[in-house]
């Protein structure tokens, strides 16, 4: 994925050394954007090895609405230990936005419901809108939206989607959140009978971290291969119908895993 190390090197490059909450340093851009046409192949890194069991486990968690890290253990997933509290709790974070966002009445708007309904009934419509930004909740996350609105778009029989990310951990979390999102696009294709388009993945803040640049700087001397292919492998007539077998991910060769400490 050319476009990726591109966007590596681009802040390697150009990017402002800052500081941050975690107290690690960052170098940065604002505002970037990453285009992918999912009918060439699906966005999975090959110049690091991924670990597609926690990125498909991670959106079917976030898509039954959960925020308690307890499920994902019990799949051997840990990508958001660091942020739970003793329970297990994150507090009201993506699955709790996206399924049952509060109304102000004391019901709650599922978000992802709305989202496919209207690209059935409405393909046309400039609504397909989902958001995890709450202002009202923001504090009460462990960690506020970082991947905070999505928008689908029907062309030519085609399902496209463009994330908008706030802040982006572009070494550990972005190739993460390219694989989510467009598994995400694949899965909503599959269930409102449309194929897959594009994925644009839009920056806010777009960073390395300082601790991070020794990493950036091996997988920017790689050489990016050929991306694999998903095959959906039952027909689902719901996304809540979906499960982990449910996705192959064929000819999926990588590079060797770079490790990385995480900033909490």
């Given at each position: 994925?050319?476009?990726?190390?591109?966007?590596?090197?681009?802040?390697?490059?150009?990017?402002?050394?800052?500081?941050?909450?975690?107290?690690?340093?960052?170098?940065?851009v604002?505002g970037?954007q990453?285009?992918?046409?999912?009918?060439e192949?699906?966005?999975?890194l090959?110049?690091?090895?991924?670990?597609?069991?926690?990125i498909?486990?991670?959106?079917?968690?976030?898509?039954?609405?959960?925020?308690?890290?307890?499920?994902?253990?019990?799949?051997?997933?840990?990508?958001?230990?660091e942020?739970a509290?003793?329970?297990?709790?994150?507090?009201?974070?993506?699955?709790s936005?996206?399924?049952?966002w509060?109304?102000?009445?004391?019901g709650?708007?599922?978000?992802?419901?709305?989202?496919?309904?209207?690209?059935?009934n409405?393909?046309?419509?400039?609504r397909?809108?989902?958001?995890?930004?709450?202002?009202?909740?923001?504090?009460?996350?462990?960690?506020?939206?970082?991947?905070?609105?999505f928008?689908?778009?029907?062309?030519?029989?085609?399902?496209?989607?463009?994330?908008?990310?706030?802040?982006?951990?572009?070494f550990?979390?972005?190739?993460?959140?390219?694989?989510s999102?467009?598994?995400?696009?694949?899965?909503?294709?599959?269930?409102?009978?449309?194929?897959?388009?594009e994925?644009?993945?839009?920056?806010?803040?777009?960073?390395?971290?300082?601790?991070?640049?020794?990493?950036?700087?091996?997988?920017?001397?790689?050489?990016?291969?050929?991306l694999?292919k998903?095959?959906?492998?039952?027909?689902?007539?719901?996304?809540?119908?979906?499960?982990?077998?449910?996705?192959?991910?064929?000819?999926?060769?990588?590079?060797?895993?770079?490790?990385?400490?995480?900033?909490?």
């Open positions: 994925m050319k476009t990726y190390l591109d966007l590596l090197e681009h802040v390697m490059r150009t990017g402002s050394d800052r500081g941050d909450r975690t107290g690690t340093g960052t170098r940065s604002f970037y990453m285009r992918f046409d999912l009918s192949g699906f966005p999975l090959t110049t690091k090895k991924l670990h597609i069991k926690s498909v486990y991670e959106l079917l968690w976030f898509l039954r609405g959960e925020t308690n890290v307890r499920w994902l253990q019990e799949r051997g997933v840990k990508i958001w230990d942020w509290d003793e329970n297990g709790d994150l507090g009201p974070v993506y699955g936005q996206w399924r049952s509060p109304d102000g009445y004391g709650a708007i599922d978000q992802i419901k709305l989202l496919v309904r209207g690209i059935k409405n393909p046309n419509s400039r397909h809108l989902v958001t995890a930004w709450n202002p009202a909740e923001v504090d009460a996350m462990a960690l506020p939206p970082c991947h905070c609105l928008q689908f778009y029907v062309a030519d029989g085609k399902l496209s989607c463009q994330l908008y990310q706030r802040s982006a951990d572009i550990l979390g972005v190739p993460f959140n390219i694989a999102y467009a598994l995400l696009t694949h899965m909503v294709a599959h269930v409102t009978g449309l194929r897959v388009g994925f644009i993945h839009t920056f806010g803040d777009a960073h390395l971290y300082a601790n991070h640049f020794e990493q950036a700087r091996i997988q920017l001397q790689r050489t990016p291969g050929t694999p998903l095959e959906i492998l039952n027909q689902r007539a719901e996304l809540d119908d979906f499960v982990y077998e449910d996705f192959k991910f064929a000819d999926y060769r990588a590079a060797p895993s770079i490790k990385a400490p995480i900033s909490v």
